[in-house]
Structures are given as structure tokens and as C-alpha cells.
């Protein structure tokens, strides 16, 4: 199972990026699909899930209103809809999946670096 994370950038404050996280090599989808984010010197944060198949969605709190976070169940793809991005929400955003309803995400993606600059 690979997760392939992509869409990744530089903005200013104030604009926006998508994020894109593809699961390949795998049988059946993830349950859960989820998005954690780790800025320099800090620890690894949440930032938001999606489970199949009621597509429900949990945010942090820091991105709430903010954040979108969707999914295509044919591709197995999850997107990350970023608005109104903050100098604090830059980090190296990880895309993560579990075929469980809860714990911890066994399989992680590549990092995607987003900087927004104010």
C-alpha cells in the first residue's frame, strides 16, 4: 500500500492550496482517511479525517472553517482544500490511511511542504 501526497506550496497569507493524497496498491479502501501536519521543532499534529462510507469529516479546531476535506471513492483519492492560510498553518502535511475505525493510521505518505509567507 502507497500513499502518494501531492499539492504542496508557497502562498501568502490569505490564499490557497489543495492537497491531493492517492492510495494505490491496496484492495479495498481505507476506512479512514486522514491529514497530519508537522511544523519545524514541533510535533506532529492533526489535521483532519474522512471515513468511508459516510464521508464523515472531523477538523481540528485550528482549521476549521478553513479547511476542506473530501474524497473520491473511485480513485481512492483524498483532497485537502486549504483557505485563508495562515503564516501557522505552514508544515509538512502527511497523508495517512487505516483500514480500522479508530487508533492510530498504519500507513502514511510522503511529506508535502506548504509555506504560506506573510
Known amino acids: 500500500v502507497q500513499l502518494q501526497a501531492s499539492g504542496g506550496g508557497s502562498v501568502l497569507t490569505g490564499g490557497s492550496l489543495r492537497l491531493s493524497c492517492a492510495a494505490s496498491g491496496c484492495t479495498f479502501s481505507f476506512y479512514r482517511m486522514g491529514w497530519f501536519r508537522q511544523a519545524p521543532g514541533k510535533e506532529r499534529e492533526f489535521v483532519a479525517v474522512i471515513s468511508w462510507p459516510t464521508g464523515s469529516t472531523v477538523y481540528a479546531d485550528s482549521v476549521k472553517g478553513r479547511f476542506t476535506l473530501s474524497r473520491d471513492n473511485a480513485k481512492n483519492t483524498v483532497f485537502l482544500q486549504m483557505n485563508s492560510l495562515k503564516p501557522e498553518d505552514t508544515a509538512a502535511y502527511y497523508c495517512?490511511?487505516?483500514?480500522?475505525?479508530?487508533?492510530?493510521?498504519?500507513?502514511w505518505g510522503q511529506g508535502t511542504q506548504v509555506t504560506v509567507s506573510s
Open positions: 495517512a490511511g487505516s483500514y480500522s475505525t479508530m487508533g492510530t493510521f498504519a500507513y
